[in-house]
Nanobody, 116 residues
Framework: QVQLVESGGGLVQPGGSLRLSCTAS????????MGWYRQAPGKQREQVAG???????IYADSVKGRFTISGDNTKNTVSLQMNNLKPEDTAVYYC??????????WGKGTLVTVSS
């Protein structure tokens, strides 16, 4: 069973930065996709950023130019650097990993609150 543990959430003022980390219980090379999703109160979960095999990255339009996803296999970690945060970025952020064959794994989430 794969475990994903998110960390790095918290309260930050608009314009500030946070770095989220997702640590997996096995090498991130064992997944062909890892990504960050978020869910704000009353809204559906949405994809924020993804990292696919070969180093391909994808971003939601709402975070392009502000968020950066990266992987560190030495630490079994995928990180999300979030800059110039806005109140609308407030949400619970989840890490997801997908293995070949389609099995998906989710972390329990970390709360990001952007407020003055």
């Amino acid at each position: 069973q794969v475990q994903l543990v998110e960390s790095g959430g918290g309260l930050v003022q608009p314009g500030g930065s946070l770095r989220l980390s997702c640590t997996a219980s096995r090498s991130i090379f064992s997944f062909y996709y890892m990504g960050w999703y978020r869910q704000a109160p009353g809204k559906q979960r949405e994809q924020v950023a993804g990292l696919a095999a070969g180093g391909i990255t994808i971003y939601a339009d709402s975070v392009k130019g502000r968020f950066t996803i990266s992987g560190d296999n030495t630490k079994n970690t995928v990180s999300l650097q979030m800059n110039n945060l806005k109140p609308e970025d407030t949400a619970v952020y989840y890490c997801k990993a997908r293995q070949t064959g389609g099995s998906d794994y989710w972390g329990k989430g970390t709360l990001v609150t952007v407020s003055s």
